[in-house]
């Protein structure tokens, strides 16, 4: 099965600055790569997406990128405001978000003032 | 569209306990979704539903853990015999088939 690899665990930032956060995953099968964003006591939200058939999205601030040749895809957020603080999860799913999604372990990120 | 509304937010129970939560999705979403998350971790799939099909159920789902989903709309998820081991975040997500799942903000399940 899918398996979804995703570091750092942790990350600073200044606000202004970019994070970036990455993820790997096993399964070639799968082609369909959503970032959440879990602020705490909520569930995940989705802040962005991403299919097989592309290499990179953005929405304003926010930029995936996705090497399917190297099994790995990148959540880029330019420009951190203390609102970004939070914890965003990785995930993979083979078939276009049919099926369950696999995540990784998470990233929390702390932007500070 | 109101979002995912999942009851109780919170359930503290004794060890041996039954307990049972519920999801309501999104109208009109026809799968529905349920994760467990543990500190620490991205939620893991439990079981998911096709309107009233239950079509996968994760190694995870114990035969303590039963769900169902009887008229394709709200789901519930029972667990029997609680262990402290099943204390966790338990989510509810819901899509259109094909499309997006959005969560619930959970229930956080504590077993003393």
């Known amino acids: 099965g899918e398996n979804v690899e995703q570091h750092p665990s942790t990350l600073s930032v200044q606000e202004g600055d970019s994070a970036v956060i990455k993820c790997t995953y096993s399964?070639?099968?799968?082609?369909?790569f959503p970032w959440y964003k879990q602020e705490l006591g909520k569930g995940p939200q989705l802040i962005i997406d991403?299919?097989?058939?592309?290499g990179e999205k953005k929405d304003q601030r926010i930029a995936v990128t996705l090497n399917k040749t190297a099994k790995h895809f990148s959540l880029h957020i330019t420009e951190t405001q203390p609102e970004d603080s939070a914890v965003y999860f990785c995930?993979?799913?083979?078939?276009?978000?049919?099926?369950?999604?696999?995540f990784g372990k998470g990233t929390r990120l702390s932007v500070i003032a | 569209d109101t979002g995912v509304s999942q009851n109780p937010r919170h359930k503290i129970t004794k060890r041996g306990q039954n307990v049972t939560f519920r999801c309501d999705p999104i109208?009109?979403?026809?799968?529905l979704y349920w994760y467990r998350q543990t500190l620490g971790q991205g939620p893991e799939f439990l079981t998911y539903?096709?309107?009233?099909?239950?079509?996968?159920k994760s190694r995870l789902l114990s035969d303590r853990f039963s769900a169902e989903r009887p008229k394709g709309s709200f789901s519930t998820l029972e667990i029997q015999r609680t262990e402290q081991g099943d204390s966790a975040m338990y989510l509810c997500?819901?899509?259109?088939?094909?499309?997006?799942?959005?969560f619930g903000a959970g229930t956080r399940l504590s077993v003393l």
């Open positions: 991403i299919r097989s058939n592309v």
């Open positions: 995930a993979a799913n083979p078939t276009s978000g049919n099926t369950p999604l696999v």
């Open positions: 539903f096709q309107n009233e099909a239950q079509l996968e």
């Open positions: 399964d070639s099968a799968s082609n369909y």
């Open positions: 109208s009109e979403h026809n799968r």
């Open positions: 997500a819901s899509s259109r088939q094909g499309n997006i799942q959005y």
